[in-house]
Each structure stands twice: as structure tokens, then as C-alpha cells.
């Protein structure tokens, strides 16, 4: 079949406003999008720019603006889409070229919630034991593979970028929640501040949005809870 793809383009420092570029691409109903912008930028037109690596929605490098919805470009086929596929980059984020869009910030937020887990004092010989309902409190949030979609689909985020994320809220639940982790309070102070997890107004776009299937929103709930409740 053939697909018309039109993809918003801009170079910063080179071009004066965003333009729209129209490419017509033979493929099958089962290609993905990500081979249609692989078709353009191959055999049409090379300095088309996105970013991919894994092919196969694990890396989280190419959410984009798929018809209107943040989607990885890797998991998406053509045939979900029809004959007319437009692609922007994510919104919220400034445009470094065509679909790259700068993250810099996004990681620094994700740095801010010490996404790591925090345990002092001596180690046990083997492992630190968890039982399986312990496990199961984060099991949602460890799915998380950084890609943005959920932060730039939310309207709280538009209108102040200093506002944390989901995504950053998310991996933080990942530690807060997790019994070994001893950090929690120094989280939880973060993300109770002003452009912590009351910036989110429960709007669910973050959910709709998410390719791993998360449940940002209830997991942002949760968050709010444990500062309210100074439990977890
Ligand atoms: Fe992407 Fe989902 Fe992680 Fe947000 S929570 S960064 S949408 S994988
Ligand atoms: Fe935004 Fe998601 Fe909350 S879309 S307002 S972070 S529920
Ligand atoms: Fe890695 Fe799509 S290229 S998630």
C-alpha cells in the first residue's frame, strides 16, 4: 500500500520556523512506522533525523508524535494507522532537529529522584530477601524504560516545565516502594514540594500515553499517599 508520511521538520539555528516535509512510501500493512522513516531516510531523503536504537520498544529512544498520540515508532504498524501517517516530535521539549528533541532536562529530573536504591550499613552475605507480595508493590513501575512519552503527553507539564513528571515520579515509586530502600524520606521531600506530584492534577494523559503499559497515574496516587500518609 502506499502511505503518505508528512513529518514536522526543523533544524534549530537553521531554520526560522518548524515546516512540514510529505514523503510517499510503499510498505505493508504490518511494517512499522519506525521502517517507513527508515524508507525516507535511506532511500529518499538522508538528512531526515530521529532517534532509534533497539527496534523493539526496549531502548525508549523514538516516542514520538504518531497521529495525534505519543507512541514508539518501533511498535506501531501501519495497518493501526491508515494511508495518511503524521509524525511530530514530543511535545514540551525543545526540537533539536526534526524528531530529536532535547532531554537534557528530562534525565536531571530523573537523576533528582536518586533513582537507584539506597541501603546502608553492612550487607547481608548473599542477598537482600524480599518476599513475593514485597516485590509485588513496585513490579508495575520497574517496566519503566525512560522513553518520555508520558511526561510530554501531560497538559500539568506544558504549562510548567519545572514540574517533576510522571516519569521521574514514576522511578521514584520504583525506590519508595521497594522494602530494601532506606531513602524515602529525602524522595518523598522532593517530590512533595512545589513542582513535585501535586502539580499533577490526575488528567491520565500520562497513562493513555505510557508504551509499557504502566499505570502512571495510580502510581503517581500511591506517591501522593505516602507523603500524606508519611507511610508506605
Ligand atoms: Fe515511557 Fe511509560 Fe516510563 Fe513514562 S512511564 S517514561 S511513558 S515507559
Ligand atoms: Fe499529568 Fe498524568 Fe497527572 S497526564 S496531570 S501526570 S495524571
Ligand atoms: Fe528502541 Fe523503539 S527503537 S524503543
Not at 531502548?59 to 514508539?72: E, T, V
Request: glycine share 6%; proline share 5%; hydrophobic share 35%.
Amino acid at each position: 500500500m502506499k502511505i503518505t508520511l508528512r513529518v514536522k521538520r526543523f533544524e534549530a539555528g537553521r531554520d526560522r520556523e518548524p515546516y512540514w516535509a510529505e514523503y510517499e512510501v510503499e510498505a505493508e500493512p504490518t511494517d512499522r512506522v519506525l521502517d517507513l522513516l527508515h524508507a525516507v531516510k535511506w532511500h529518499q531523503d538522508s538528512t531526515l533525523a530521529f532517534r532509534r536504537s533497539c527496534g523493539h520498544g526496549v531502548c525508549g529512544s523514538d516516542a514520538m508524535l504518531i497521529n495525534g498520540r505519543n507512541r514508539l515508532a518501533c511498535k506501531v504498524l501501519v495497518k493501526e494507522l491508515g494511508a495518511r501517517i503524521t509524525i511530530e516530535p514530543m511535545r514540551g521539549f525543545s526540537v533539536v532537529r526534526d524528531l530529536i528533541v532535547e532531554m537534557e532536562g528530562f534525565f536531571a529530573k530523573y537523576r533528582s529522584v536518586q533513582p537507584y536504591l539506597i541501603a546502608d550499613g553492612e550487607p547481608p552475605a548473599n542477598e537482600r530477601l524480599q518476599s513475593p507480595e514485597q516485590r509485588a508493590k513496585f513490579d508495575d513501575t520497574t517496566k519503566c524504560i525512560l522513553c518520555g512519552a508520558c511526561t510530554t503527553s501531560c497538559p500539568s507539564f506544558w504549562s510548567n516545565p519545572d514540574y517533576v513528571g510522571p516519569a521521574a515520579i514514576v522511578n521514584a515509586h520504583r525506590f519508595l516502594f521497594d522494602s530494601r530502600d532506606q531513602a524515602a524520606e529525602e524522595r518523598l521531600a522532593l517530590l512533595g514540594d512545589r513542582d513535585g506530584v501535586w502539580r499533577c492534577r490526575t488528567i491520565y494523559n500520562c497513562t493513555e500515553a505510557c508504551p509499557r503499559g504502566i499505570e502512571v497515574t495510580r502510581a503517581i496516587g500511591e506517591v501522593k499517599k505516602a507523603i500524606l500518609l508519611g507511610r508506605r
